[in-house]
């Protein structure tokens, strides 16, 4: 049998725990918090006074703030291309009598997802300290460049893809949030906290798809976690371009004011690695082919060799200037 129909008899053994993976991972609609609540309430007569406050404390946080808020921002509202791109994963199917759990795992975790870029865009709308505008325009780029991330439609690496990715938003939402509470923006700080929370359990949650893979299928999980790896997980953005910029231009950019910002490091790439390395106890997996225990023999040594590289690693102090925030808006 090929490696694409075991893959997709893998994905059909699982099926039947994905129901009790979104009841586990997921929370219900009517128990989860909607933007709103962490937003003024237009409806109410307090409201520009709120808005007013929003606007006052947002002028405490500085540029590379602002950069990386509108970065994290239009990441999570590229969300159609996500959501598109999972539907497309082989054994996932919407579509009549094959209609699977796994195309009602896409979209209930969507449905989840939406509601971050909801929440921010809001919140920089309010806070009159970005050029909306702009943001929306990068926004748009970013929908239609689509991103390419190195999986194809195995989802065995897609897995692995989101598995990294939800623990790396985790740790920048964390982080953003913890600097808006410093410079006393408990709102923005609150909103930032719980999005980390729901990007933690969807990252609990995927990382739980390839440990039951791994049971079903080793071989082929290892060596699609070490190509994965190979490729080096891209960031779901890595296509951002401003205005009248060429695809992918400002992602350096972004990145290195992450890296200023000790917002997103080389090192939580690693710290990342290690961990999935091992939740997935990649040193206890038995019986392997001789390919998948070279695989595992890489991915055990990655940790240490980006260790050595990420030290000697410099971020660049580049002036260059987004479009997003006011340039006098550069603190
Ligand atoms: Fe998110
Ligand atoms: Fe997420």
Redesign the pocket.
Known sequence: MSAKNIRIEVMQAIESKVNGFIDQYLIPIQDIWQPTDFLPDSQSDGFLDAVKQIQEESKELGYDFWVTMVADTITEEALPTYESWLMDVEGVDQHGENKNGWSKWVRHWTAE?NR?GDVLNKYLYLSGRVNMREVEITTQHLIADGFDIGTDRDPYKNFVYTSF??LA?NISHKRVGQMAKKGGNTLLGKMCTIIAG??MR?HLAYREFVKSIFEHDPNQMMLAFADMMKKKIVMPAHFLRESGGSIGTAFENFSNCAQRLGVYTAMDYIDILKKLNTYWELDSIRALNDDAERARDYLMKLPERLERIATRMKFPEDDYQFKWVEANGRL
């Open positions: 997802e971050h990715q939800e938003t729901d990007e969807h």
